[in-house]
Structures are given as structure tokens and as C-alpha cells.
């Protein structure tokens, strides 16, 4: 396999056969983010990937799950994108999940038909950053949309079929907002109604755009408790009919797993237990090295 490093993909895909569509990202102005910096964004010629896939095949003869890398290949032309997909499909008939990265800056424009023919050819799944529902926030942190926009994104994606996995950012909003980046981001994900809202818990180290704001003073990290208390803020608030709630990424301190609305409560508790504790070492400083 060919890979311009360094690949990223969701910890749900670690068991995927990774093919690069895309390298890096077309976005790439976030400020908590390093993941793409050093990258410069282009489509690959869709002969590489086809001679990749290819390679695949030939030492990974029937993997259940593709992900199309690198951030955003849900950018790509339509017919672009579908010939990609054909191609996974051809080397692999059986593949039970073929999926990407999409933010709503590149869905909130795209016809239903274009995204119904994405479904058709056999993108299951898109994972996509909303990060906040605040929209104070997510100019701040320069992510391209807005709280609008990635309820359009998701309206879209759900009438053509296509499966929801979006994710919050545990302490974006820092200790200025995050009252409102808790409650906001409910709000949207109650409009937006994702099959799966997955935690991620913002950790800034050197090169990250946000990083020098932590030595001026101008962003305040919470501590693992003030996010547990953010999270069980944002938790209580959620009306989202089915959806599956995951904390299933190395950065956060609990593991909070269930599905709305019925475990709700005792996600909630959950919570509550590990703050009961007054020194638990789950919500205690972690080091980058830690990560």
C-alpha cells in the first residue's frame, strides 16, 4: 500500500482496509487541529487509487469495512467520488461498510441526488466534526460553517440514507463558554439528529494553531472534571431519538457509552459517580505523553 503520511481515521475504522482518496484536508484552517498542517490538499489520481486497491486485494482478500482517507473526502466531484466507491466494490463484493470523512461545508451545497447516488454505490457512512453547536465558537476556532449549515449537512445525508456519526469537542469553548458550548451543541444535535454523537476531548500540544492562546492566557483548558460536568450538561439536554452516544476516543477521562433516550439516566450517573470521588484519578491532569 501507498500512503502519504500521516493517515488518520476515526478509532471505529481501526480494523478498516484505509484508502487514500484525498490527501489532507481542504479546509485545514482549524484551530485546535494539526492533523492535516502539513499537508497540501489535492484529489489522487483515481488510477492510483484503483492500482491501490488493487495491492489490497491482493493481501486483504475480503476486509469487512473501507475508509476512504484523508479529512474530507466527501469534497471530492460526485462522479469522482462514485468511481471510487465502484472501485472498492469491485475488489472487495463483499465489503459491508465503506465510509469517509465529510464536513458541512462541503455537504450544505450538494444536491440529494448527488448524495443519493453516493448511497447507491455504497457510502455507508460519513463521520463529521460539528465540534460545537455554538456558533460563537466555531468562528472563533475558524471552522467554516455554522450551527445552520451543519443542520442542512445532516438534513441532506439523512434524506439520502446515508448514515450520521458527528462529534463534540469536549472543552472547545474552554472556560469562557462552556456553559453555552454544552448547551448549544444539544440544541443542534437535537436538530440535526445524527445516528451517533461521539465525545473527543480537546488536547492542544505545540504546533496546534490554539496552543500559543494557553501561554498568552486568551484559552483556559478545563480540568477532567469541568469536562465531566460539561458533558453531563450537554447529556441532559439531548432529545435525539435513537442515537447512540459514544466515548470511544483515548482522549477522554470516562468511558460513557449507551443509547438515547433510554440509557440516558444512567449515562448520567455514570457522571455523577466519578465526581463523587473527590480526588479520582480519572479526572485527574494528564500529560501529553499520556495520550
Not at 439520502?160 to 462552556?178: H, K, Q
Not at 453555552?180 to 451517533?196: F, Q, W
Amino acid at each position: 500500500m501507498r500512503y502519504e503520511e500521516p493517515v488518520f481515521r476515526p478509532p471505529c475504522e481501526s480494523g478498516s482496509l484505509i484508502i487514500q482518496a484525498t490527501i489532507g484536508c481542504p479546509h485545514n484552517q482549524c484551530m485546535f487541529c494539526g492533523m492535516y498542517k502539513g499537508k497540501k490538499y489535492r484529489v489522487r489520481p483515481l488510477s492510483d487509487v484503483a492500482e491501490d486497491l488493487e495491492m489490497a486485494r491482493r493481501v486483504w482478500s475480503d476486509p469487512y469495512s473501507v475508509f476512504l482517507a484523508d479529512g474530507n473526502t466527501i469534497a471530492m466531484r460526485t462522479d469522482d467520488l462514485v468511481q471510487v466507491l465502484d472501485y472498492v466494490r469491485e475488489a472487495f463484493p463483499n465489503v459491508g461498510r465503506i465510509s469517509c470523512y465529510g464536513g458541512a461545508r462541503f455537504i450544505k451545497g450538494r444536491k440529494v441526488e448527488d448524495l443519493k447516488r453516493l448511497k447507491e454505490h455504497g457510502l455507508k457512512i460519513v463521520y463529521m466534526g460539528l465540534e460545537s453547536g455554538d456558533d460563537v465558537i466555531l468562528e472563533r476556532v475558524r471552522k467554516g460553517a455554522d450551527s445552520d449549515d451543519y443542520v442542512r449537512a445532516a438534513q441532506k445525508l439523512r434524506e439520502a440514507g446515508i448514515e450520521l456519526s458527528t462529534y463534540v469537542l469536549a472543552g472547545l469553548g474552554g472556560r469562557e463558554r462552556w456553559h453555552e458550548h454544552a448547551l448549544n451543541s444539544a440544541k443542534t444535535l437535537n436538530r440535526m439528529s445524527p445516528d451517533y454523537i461521539r465525545i473527543r476531548t480537546l488536547v492542544l500540544m505545540p504546533g496546534f494553531p490554539m496552543y500559543d492562546q494557553l501561554g498568552t492566557g486568551e484559552f483556559e483548558e478545563l480540568t477532567g472534571r469541568e469536562v465531566a460536568l460539561e458533558t453531563r450538561l450537554l447529556l441532559e439536554n439531548l432529545e435525539v431519538e435513537g442515537a447512540q452516544f459514544l466515548s470511544d476516543h483515548v482522549s477522554n477521562y470516562l468511558p460513557i457509552y449507551g443509547k438515547l433516550p433510554e440509557d440516558r439516566e444512567e449515562m448520567l450517573a455514570a457522571i455523577d459517580d466519578a465526581l463523587a470521588a473527590p480526588h479520582n484519578p480519572m479526572l485527574g491532569p494528564r500529560t501529553i505523553h499520556s495520550l
